[in-house]
């Protein structure tokens, strides 16, 4: 290298890092503040300077997302559905609404994508955290060069907290153990405060909680009154007046993502019966009335048509009086849900308002983070995990529920045909990402200060993933290029504020891929092709039947047709053929091949790193509780034994000795009466008990029970022996065993935590002995 190449090289180097100096990059965290004051020889002569707190920009203004789950386009009233929605009324009269708004179709790809302002798939998170694989776009762990909006926010200024669903933390990461980086309040995410629950969803009456990274108790019982969604409005309200108490000047970002509406539809009394009648006429003929309400609202064009009723869905009128009985229940009770919620949410706006922040608070209202779910399958469920686990109860299982749906003693859902009427005036329902259905939620913008217009509607194409640097250029804060150390990958959002005072702007949004489950979408330049592939939304069970090789592809002109009514590919074949090959660049820039249609066969904890992975026997020692069922080893369809090394006093010892589960699924070994007892809950429609004839003797012992399933297969019998001490003193059978999942509650040694797998006992029943060691084995 010559001298003067030499000289040329060092001056580029020199310069580009001038230019970092200079700012260039944008970089978190901010520079240690120089020390401006005087340091003498005492401090007589010297003057002090303490390091400043990072300041947000002025006027930057509070930020609250609340995030409803699973709910349609045509539910809420606000956007012409029939449930009552008071608050989100009141904030779309003085703020505006979005017709337009989109999200991913599933429930932890579109929190990811919210929070990150990244495409699902660019952050791992193409599908929910429970069915994640081995290839970039679907392992669940969200990388760290996507920093989320919370830790921007903080960075620079914000205190920041979430309440509630959170779901974006890989399964077998929520232990003890951790690792802690992508739960809440990790360095992936940036929340200084956390309280709710983990997984997808949680019941409403017994919730498994957590605050920050530790399991904690809910604060009361139903019977006294619990409910979970009023439980963390309590909390929620509780930060902002301590945040406000201690640095009234500091912007603070709310994060409020309810368990609600998602299943389990628990809904409390008042609420579930004020919509009793409501829903007589049947799915069919709400679809017709909702569709007429918004056209009247305003809130779809006029020229919209009603798409029709998929033929997979069953007619109204096709019903027997028992199922519309049934069917009408459960939609009142799932209506009353809505309600419920949405004057929870109005619980907190008004505690904001009593602190004098409201007009600077930038308010987000997305109602749904997918359309409604038709996951209950065509009858709809009192028991949402069984449903989950592929087994419908039938009309008959229903029935014998009836007069406790909504309550503490089911779990919920309404029938898929009531989830495609709830997304009215689109076609299908959650999961669907190639259809609006699926992806198209009311979304409600507040923000006093700097919105002029109000109660006005926009319709420009945006997507959750635009809401991010809609909040950085309305706080003025620059995107970071570097976040600790981590170089970032660019966010891939579209600001909208441009659209808060510019009713009639052209949307800056111009291309946005759709996928899930290998339903697929391309919107680009007011046009979108669309297939759906494969097997059903409320089909969560069975192998992949779709073949993607002859995946047929519809073609609409969303600018003339809003609810995706004319199909024009047949028309316009070359347009079809554009859009099927921008999706494809779209997909390999952003992780989304390969493409998996895989459903049940994807809930296989083996796809996924496990600590436990290889092992056939583990042994636990004392106060060990809390356990997510990912990380203990398998007991589904396998033979399997617990074995617990106990010390009993002269009192005898009472209690739960080992529990996974709850009053949703699961089993239990535990002593009742001073005899070992074994418990197996199968959805709460099928119940086995196996008792010792002979009580645990005082002093140490040795207590086992054995479960071998009679046939290999998912769900078979179960033959069940109890030994004391290496003698067998009971044995029976369990007729029927849960074939992948229990329940969302956890593993416990000594206790059983949340709600009671047995009807023997009131949780928490800790064994009043002493377990020495507690080993589970499997074959």
Known sequence: MTRRRLTAVIFLAMAAMLARTAGAVEALPKPEPRFNGVIGETYKDSKPDFPKQIQAPKGAPNVLIVLLDDVGFGHA??????????????????????????????????????????????????????MGTGFPGYTGIVPNATAGLPEILRQNG??????????????????PAGPFDRWPTGKTWGFEYFYGFMNGETHQYYPVLYRNTTPVAQPKTPEQGYHLTE???????????????????????????????????HTPPAYREKYKGKFDAGWDKYREETFQRQKQLGVIPAN?????????????????????????????????????????????????????ELDNTLIFYIVGDNGASGEGGLEGTVNEVASLNGLQLGLAGLEAKFDEIGGPETEPHVPAAWAWAADTPFQWTKQVASH?????????????????????????????????????????????????????????????????????????????????????????????????????????????TGDFDNDRWELYNIEEDFSQADDLAAK????????????????KKYNVLPLDDRMSERFDAALRPNPL????????????????????????????????DVLVGEDGADGVLAAIGGVTSGWSFYVKDGKPTFYYNFFDVDH???????????????????????????GKPANVKILVNGKETAHGVVGKTVPFRYSVEPFDIGRDTVSAVSTDYKTPFPFQGQIEQLTVETR
């Not at 554009?578 to 997909?587: G, N, Q, R, W």
């Open 77 to 130: 009233g606000t956007f012409g559905g029939a449930v009552a929605t008071p608050t989100l009324d009141k904030l779309a009269k003085d703020g505006l609404r979005y017709n337009q708004f989109h999200t991913t179709a599933l429930c932890s790809p579109t929190r990811a994508a919210l929070l990150t302002g990244r495409n699902h798939h660019s952050v791992a998170t193409g599908v929910i955290i429970e």
């Open 158 to 175: 914000y205190a920041a907290a979430a309440f509630g669903k959170w779901h974006n933390t890989p399964d077998n990461e929520i232990s």
């Open 231 to 265: 439980d963390l409005v309590d909390n929620a309200i509780g930060w902002l007046n301590q945040v406000n108490a201690t640095n009234p000047k500091k912007p603070w970002f709310l994060y409020f993502s309810t368990g609600a509406i998602h299943a389990p539809h």
């Open 304 to 356: 919209t048509k009603l798409t029709p009723r998929p033929k997979e869905l069953p007619a109204w009128d096709e019903q027997s009086d028992n199922a519309k009985r049934v069917y009408r229940r459960l939609m009142e009770n799932y209506s009353g849900f809505l309600e419920h919620t949405d004057v929870q949410v109005g619980r907190l706006l008004a505690a904001i308002e009593k602190a004098g």
């Open 436 to 544: 609006f259905g699926g992806t198209r939620n009311g979304l409600v913008v507040h923000w006093p200060k700097a919105i002029k217009a109000k109660g006005e509607l926009r319709a420009q194409f945006h997507h959750i993933i635009d809401v991010v640097p809609t909040v950085l250029e309305a706080a003025h804060i620059a995107t970071p290029d570097v976040v600790n150390g981590v170089q970032q990958k660019p966010i891939e959002g579209v600001s909208f504020l441009y659209s808060f005072d510019a009713k009639n702007a052209k949307s800056r949004r111009t291309t946005q891929y759709f996928e899930m489950l290998g339903n697929r979408g391309i919107y680009k330049d007011g046009w979108m092709a669309t297939t759906r592939h494969g097997r059903l939304p409320w089909q969560t069970s069975g192998a992949a």
């Open 572 to 587: 316009y074949p070359e347009k079809v053929k554009a859009l099927k090959a921008a999706f494809l660049v779209e997909a």
């Open 613 to 644: 992975a290889g092992l056939k026997k583990f042994a636990y020692g004392p106060g060990v509780t809390g356990i997510s069922e990912s990380a203990v080893l398998n007991t589904h369809d396998v033979p399997f034994a617990v074995t617990a």
């Open 688 to 714: 086995a008990k196996v008792q010792s004839s002979e009580p645990l003797p005082k002093g140490k012992s040795s207590v086992r029970v054995e479960v071998a399933p009679t046939e290999p297969g998912p």
